[in-house]
Structures are given as C-alpha cells and as structure tokens.
C-alpha cells in the first residue's frame, strides 16, 4: 500500500488484538493486488445497549487506481458477528472478491455476453431429419433435427429465422443448437 493503513474503533475500546488481525487481513490483500493506494477500516460495535452480545460492523475502503471499493459487513441480526474476528474476515473476504473482480475488469478478462449469430433456414430435408442455415455472411451451415432445441424441428420452414451455434463437422461448419427466433407480435 502506498499510504499506512487505518484502523478505526467505534463505540469500543481499541485493542490490539483485533488491529493486528486487521493489519494480517489487509496485508494479505496487498500481496493479492499490488496497486492498493490506501485502505481505512472501521470496526465498530453500535449495540451499546443490548444485555446480549454485540454485532459488530466492519467497514474496509480500498483506494485503487481509478476508483475505491467499499465493503460493508452489518448484516442486520447475523449472530456470528456477535464475534468481531468472524465479521474481519467476512468483510475482507468480500474485499477480496470485490478486488478480483475490479483486476478481472481492468485486464479487460471478464467475459462480453455476445447474442448468437442468425440466419434463416434456407433449405429443408423434413424427412431426412437435417436442414441448412444460411448465416448473415452468406455461410450455409448444416444442421440436424437432434441439435434443434425444444422439439421444434416440426415447426421449422424455408424463410424462418433462427440462432445458432456453430462448430467445424467432418464436412464443413454445422450447428450444434438451433432455437426459432419468435416474432413478437405488436399491438394495433
């Protein structure tokens, strides 16, 4: 980390026992990410007043390049952060999963949800069970009744669009799921 860490109690007694097992946990992120700038942590036990245990809140702000990241762990009536040691490593092991989700994003390696490819059934063998796509490039593609999904092969003509997903066959590209694209009809 670029600045120290900072530790804060709230409405408790500071103790070192605890700051230590924050510095342990936030030292364990630095060594995950390497680019943290800065990282502030509240522990605080609100419920002054309860005659039972206390649940205790963690809260730990990151700073890392381009942005900050803040997790909070204050679920409501959760007893096992009546244990201030089970709500650190809660709420830094939510700190981790924030942090590889903010790295994935920054190589850019989370994966882009794409539509499949369309095209339009062009030629049809109903009695022999396959049929060819054409595809928006001008690709046939062959396909066979098994890789037509929800049973619709039967509901299948000439002209109708569908979306596919294709691998290379022993003959060429052939699609190994076909679903009918379903018109929605508009209201007049």
Known sequence: MQLPLQVTFRYMEPSAAIEAKVRERADELDRFYDRIMSCRVVVEAPHRRHRQGKLYHVRVDLTVPGGELAVTRAPGQHHAHEDVYVTIRDAFDAARRRLEDY??????????HTAPPRGQVSQLFASDGHGFITAADGTEIYFHRNSVLR??????????????????????????????????????
Do not use: C, N
């Open 103 to 112: 790295s994935r994003r920054q190589r850019g390696s989370i994966k882009a």
């Open 151 to 188: 049973d619709a092969f039967d509901s299948l003509r000439v002209g109708v669009e569908v979306e596919f997903t294709a691998e290379q066959g022993e003959k060429g590209p052939q699609a190994s799921t076909v679903r009918l694209v379903r018109k929605s009809r508009s209201r007049r």
